[in-house]
């Protein structure tokens, strides 16, 4: 229903729209993100620096002292409970309202020694303001008043909500009604009910979701139909002879989930979830060799020409004494060798193709595509992968991700594709060894690193920054790399690389650390995925505690990967006590499983689930950490519940959910 139902006016409406808030149900679910309790603080509880929320009434005459430009203190007196109390009020300078004789509600803070500083005050009786207040997340232009308004009216216009939670689970989990929790939401009647209220609307969230999440599965499944890749499995198993090491136990159970997906008639739709430098690489090279045994071509998405070239020239080595053609293709390619390739993948002179996001331009177009695999796919986004597999007729499709979470937890939030994981790191990978130096210069550690540096090792020194902002205090890699070139750089080659070069620059910057031309690389978080340099055992991170725990593990996952011992140095001088607890996670464990599950936790799902399609419906209230236990149950009541649709059952919930899986087709 449109927001004009409310009578409010174009000015407003506009404003409401900038917050998301486009139609009287979306007004409904905005909802508040935190509450204040308005209640009398008892003068016998009142502690010094605590909160107090009081009555009096003013007994003198307000007085205003400005310390600053725009700054000023209001002081009065009140009796409140037949005691005295001076009251400061910061940059409200208006004497006027303040008269001697007034009732005044304020909250605030107690100084002691009876003297009070409010935050807000109000000219209303306290007994009629008393309750549970919501707080709303606002924007310019819309108050307090205003939203809790605009909910008064939408509850108006809609007054009854019906369920979307079948009544038998309503009844099953003792859950109040949606009506109710919605009103209980916007205009609690006790925690108690405020806390039965949530109960609803977050099992409701994970609910929906876990519904649309399963039914775009099993749409998937039922018109798949796909024809059976045609190889013999012992003969891709033959690949691991080419393997220098053995395959662990879970890329071997990774692998083969992902043959039998290839040999189904349903199209594959699996995620393969592991750790930095896990092996999902190689998972991804067999699942490629049985697609090419298969007489199809695959294709292997990169985030960043650099990778894409990578895995171009390990998949060459690994397939040498094979017949397997392997080129790249990426938008830096003069002309005539980008149409030498497409001329070849089309008459199918080319088996694997590694790509950026060139893979998805129009005049790509590949002789019979089979498998599409995209690396690290949160960073593609739905419609990119979409373009890819509408390239070839019921592509496999396989997700790579290096933020690895618990397999339950993404089971359920990746309730539309298969999961896979690997967690035991292969044999003779050494864990990170990590430090953090409470303060933002390498001042402590220097001696440390240029040891390093003396016996062969390369080391990575990364910024959050390109080039200094005046709105930021933080480290940035261009004035770095001129300080170190002032320095050291008469002693060290020092290379700089970041986001505003150009591809041709950034590769002839990392070739040459590759090649070891460079013992230091400053650099932005662009060499967070995939580069691998033997050397490279060092790594000095700046301004750690702005960067997320997944992110800082991803970078630190760069360096180690030879036989040597990698060392990973976290520069801080942040006061915050929970930046430094966060960053202190990281000098206890290299466990990725356990830093995603504490990132998540920290930061919200955000990276984790990815750029979602439109339809799928999203999460408000639930929280996949702290709500996990919900979460599971709603997964496995979605499941029964669209059985139970097949046979006609919840007429009202299969038109809801066939109107998300019609937003929601991406992947047809």
């Known amino acids: 229903m449109e927001l004009k139902k409310l009578a409010i006016s174009e000015k407003k409406r506009q404003a409401l729209v900038t917050m998301g808030i486009d139609s009287v149900e979306a007004l409904l679910t905005h909802y508040p993100f935190r509450y204040e309790v308005v209640e009398e603080t008892p003068l016998s509880s009142w502690e010094k620096d605590g909160k107090v929320t009081l009555e009096g009434v003013i007994v003198n005459r307000a007085r205003v002292v400005r310390y600053a430009p725009k700054r000023s203190v209001t002081r009065f007196q009140i009796v409140c409970q037949n005691k005295l109390f001076e009251v400061s009020l910061f940059n409200r300078p208006w004497i006027s309202a303040f008269q001697v004789g007034k009732t005044i509600t304020l909250m605030g803070k107690y100084e002691g020694g009876n003297r009070i500083t409010a935050a807000s005050y109000n000219f209303q009786p306290l007994h009629e303001q008393e309750g549970i207040k919501p707080v709303y997340a606002l924007k310019?232009?819309?108050?307090?008043?205003?939203?809790?308004?605009?909910?008064?009216?939408?509850?108006?216009?809609?007054?009854?909500?019906?369920?979307?939670?079948?009544?038998?689970?309503?009844?099953?989990?003792?859950?109040?009604?949606?009506?109710?929790?919605?009103?209980?939401?916007?205009?609690?009647?006790?925690?108690?009910?405020?806390?039965?209220?949530?109960?609803?609307?977050?099992?409701?969230?994970?609910?929906?979701?876990?519904?649309?999440?399963?039914?775009?599965?099993?749409?998937?499944?039922?018109?798949?139909?796909?024809?059976?890749?045609?190889?013999?499995?012992?003969?891709?198993?033959?690949?691991?002879?080419?393997?220098?090491?053995?395959?662990?136990?879970?890329?071997?159970?990774?692998?083969?989930?992902?043959?039998?997906?290839?040999?189904?008639?349903?199209?594959?739709?699996?995620?393969?979830?592991?750790?930095?430098?896990?092996?999902?690489?190689?998972?991804?090279?067999?699942?490629?060799?049985?697609?090419?045994?298969?007489?199809?071509?695959?294709?292997?998405?990169?985030?960043?020409?650099?990778?894409?070239?990578?895995?171009?020239?390990?998949?060459?080595?690994?397939?040498?004494?094979?017949?397997?053609?392997?080129?790249?293709?990426?938008?830096?390619?003069?002309?005539?060798e980008k149409q030498r390739i497409l001329e070849r993948l089309v008459h199918h002179e080319i088996d694997i193709i590694v790509g950026t996001h060139a893979l998805f331009q129009e005049d790509v177009y590949f002789y019979d595509l089979g498998l599409v695999i995209a690396d690290e796919q949160h960073r593609f986004g739905v419609e990119q992968r979409k373009k890819l597999l509408q390239k070839g007729d019921k592509v496999d499709f396989l997700l790579m991700s290096a933020t690895p979470i618990p397999r339950t937890l993404a089971m359920s939030l990746f309730g539309d594709m298969d999961v896979s994981t690997i967690e035991v790191l292969p044999q003779g990978r050494k864990a990170i060894i990590t430090k953090v130096v409470k303060e933002n210069s390498m001042r402590s550690i220097l001696e440390e690193v240029l040891t390093h540096l003396d016996q062969g090792d390369q080391c990575y020194i990364v910024c959050p920054a390109i080039e200094k902002n005046e709105d930021y205090a933080m480290r940035n890699a261009s004035d770095l790399y001129e300080a170190l070139k002032e320095s050291i750089g008469r002693v060290y080659q020092i290379g700089l690389l970041h986001g505003k070069m150009s591809s041709a620059q950034k590769d002839e910057v990392m070739q040459a650390f590759q090649k070891g031309d460079y013992q230091i690389l400053v650099s932005t978080t662009v060499i967070e995925v995939g580069v691998d340099v033997k050397n490279a055992n060092l790594m000095v991170i700046y301004d750690a505690n702005r960067f997320g725990l997944s992110q800082i593990h991803q970078l630190r996952g760069r360096v180690g990967r030879g036989d040597r011992q990698g060392y990973c140095w976290l520069l801080s001088d942040s006061k915050d006590v929970d930046a430094q607890a966060r960053l202190q996670i990281l000098e206890e464990t290299c466990n990725g499983f356990e830093i995603a599950r504490r990132d998540l936790a920290l930061r919200g799902p955000g990276d984790i689930l990815g750029t979602r399609q439109s339809g799928v419906p999203g999460f408000i209230l639930g929280d996949i950490i702290a709500d996990s236990n919900i979460l599971e149950v709603a997964r496995k009541d979605a499941g029964i519940v669209l059985k139970q649709m097949e046979t006609g059952a919840y007429p009202a919930l299969k038109r809801y959910l066939d109107t998300h899986l019609r937003e929601a087709q991406c992947f047809d």
């Open 140 to 336: 310019e232009g819309i108050t307090q008043n205003d939203l809790a308004c605009y909910v008064k009216k939408a509850f108006q216009v809609l007054p009854h909500q019906e369920n979307r939670i079948p009544d038998e689970l309503i009844a099953h989990y003792r859950l109040i009604s949606r009506d109710q929790a919605l009103h209980e939401v916007h205009a609690p009647t006790s925690s108690a009910m405020l806390k039965q209220a949530f109960r609803h609307l977050k099992y409701e969230e994970f609910f929906l979701f876990q519904l649309v999440m399963q039914g775009l599965r099993k749409n998937d499944h039922a018109h798949g139909d796909k024809p059976r890749k045609q190889f013999e499995q012992d003969e891709v198993w033959e690949l691991t002879r080419a393997l220098p090491f053995a395959l662990t136990k879970d890329q071997k159970t990774c692998i083969q989930d992902i043959l039998d997906d290839l040999q189904s008639s349903a199209s594959m739709y699996r995620m393969v979830q592991g750790d930095v430098g896990s092996g999902k690489t190689m998972v991804a090279a067999f699942a490629m060799y049985a697609c090419v045994l298969a007489h199809k071509q695959a294709a292997f998405m990169a985030p960043t020409e650099i990778l894409a070239k990578q895995h171009a020239e390990n998949l060459k080595r690994l397939f040498q004494d094979y017949e397997v053609e392997v080129e790249v293709l990426y938008s830096a390619l003069k002309g005539k």
